[in-house]
């Protein structure tokens, strides 16, 4: 069975830092990767999701992630923290060749200091 | 181009009541997908519709249905509501393809429901 595990439910950086925002599958064929942000009281918005080809995926608003199938890994990265980053951060698989129904991970709440 | 929509925004039930939340599909949107986000958790897949047929389901009970009509628009119904069926229920729509893998699923902003 597939799944998704994101590690750390609360990560906090300053504003300007680094954002590593870390998540894992278990697959046992080729995933279709994606992140998704939701700010307080909104649905979900994609931010970039992998499907074949470049490793390295460029999202909106800086954002991007690289497939890295030995570690079976797709963290998410940021160079710079902006205040207007805060929100709940998903990591969700795709495998299912009927519906698309996406897995998701637990969430992770990046916190942005001043 | 509208966004998805959903309504109604929040809605509280007791147990053993049953209610209906509706969706309303981006525009040239023939997919809807329905989750539901539990607090502090991600979304669960309960299922999916493609041109008006169910085209997938997640571990939900039969007490969880859904319809899509022909303009797309999309209905989740619970029968028999229980307290941990409290939670946001979002519903996304895609343009459905030969590659559902890889359709971006477009999120509303949910309806908050809450069984007392």
């Known amino acids: 069975a597939q799944s998704v595990t994101q590690l750390g439910s609360h990560v906090s950086v300053s504003e300007g830092a680094l954002v590593l925002l870390r998540c894992n599958y278990s697959?046992?064929?080729?995933?279709?990767l994606f992140w998704y942000v939701q700010y307080p009281n909104q649905g979900l918005q994609l931010l970039l999701k992998?499907?074949?080809?470049?490793?390295l995926v460029k999202g909106i608003n800086g954002f991007e992630a690289e497939f890295k199938k030995s570690e079976t890994s797709f963290h998410l990265t940021k160079p710079s923290a902006h205040m207007s980053d805060a929100a709940e951060y998903f990591c969700?698989?795709?495998?299912?060749?009927?519906?698309?129904?996406?897995?998701f991970g637990q969430g992770t709440t990046l916190q942005v200091k001043p | 181009e509208t966004g998805v929509t959903q309504s109604p925004t929040h809605l509280i039930k007791t147990r053993g009541q049953q209610v209906t939340l509706r969706c309303s599909s981006q525009?040239?949107?023939?997919?809807v997908s329905w989750y539901q986000q539990a607090l502090g958790q991600g979304p669960q897949f309960i299922f999916q519709?493609?041109?008006?047929?169910?085209?997938g389901r997640g571990n939900f009970p039969p007490r969880f249905s859904g319809l899509q009509f022909p303009n797309y628009s999309s209905e989740l119904n619970v029968n028999a509501l229980e307290l941990d069926d409290s939670a946001l229920y979002l519903c996304?729509?895609?343009?459905?393809?030969?590659?559902?893998?890889?359709?971006?699923?477009?999120f509303g902003p949910g309806t908050r429901l809450t069984v007392l």
């Open positions: 996304a729509s895609s343009f459905g393809t030969s590659g559902f893998l890889t359709d971006t699923q477009y």
């Open positions: 992998y499907t074949t080809g470049a490793t």
């Open positions: 525009s040239g949107h023939n997919t």
């Open positions: 697959s046992s064929v080729p995933p279709y």
């Open positions: 969700a698989v795709t495998l299912s060749s009927n519906t698309g129904k996406l897995i």
């Open positions: 519709y493609y041109r008006e047929e169910e085209n």
